[in-house]
């Protein structure tokens, strides 16, 4: 198991930017993959980023060209850098772990808010 806690989430006026990062409370050196997902009022949890533990990503449609994922096992943590915010990009958004190929995503963090105002 690991806990995972998100951080810097907050307010943005559309177009501009902000990075979330997580930290988990050991080595991410050996977990499959790392992800973050989102959910706005409303609506299910979506994906948005994954990173695999072989440095592989994958980025939801919504997000691509403007949102980049990236970890760092020496510090135990997956960033997200977020540029280009739109109003659609509110929402809860969450870190995860997919400790081992054959599980899906768990252990989640408690989330952080972000809010893009037009």
């Known amino acids: 198991q690991v806990q995972l806690v998100e951080s810097g989430g907050g307010l943005v006026q559309s177009g501009g930017s902000l990075r979330l990062s997580c930290t988990a409370s050991?080595?991410?050196?050996?977990?499959?993959?790392m992800g973050w997902y989102r959910q706005a009022p409303g609506k299910q949890r979506e994906l948005v980023a994954t990173?695999?533990?072989?440095?592989?990503?994958n980025y939801a449609d919504s997000v691509k060209g403007r949102f980049t994922i990236s970890r760092d096992n020496a510090k135990n943590t997956v960033s997200l850098q977020m540029n280009s915010l739109k109003p659609e990009d509110t929402a809860v958004y969450y870190c995860g772990a997919r400790l081992l190929s054959i599980t899906g995503f768990a252990n989640w963090g408690q989330g952080t808010q972000v809010t893009v105002s037009s």
């Open positions: 050991r080595s991410i050196f050996s977990i499959y993959a």
């Open positions: 990173i695999s533990n072989s440095g592989s990503t």
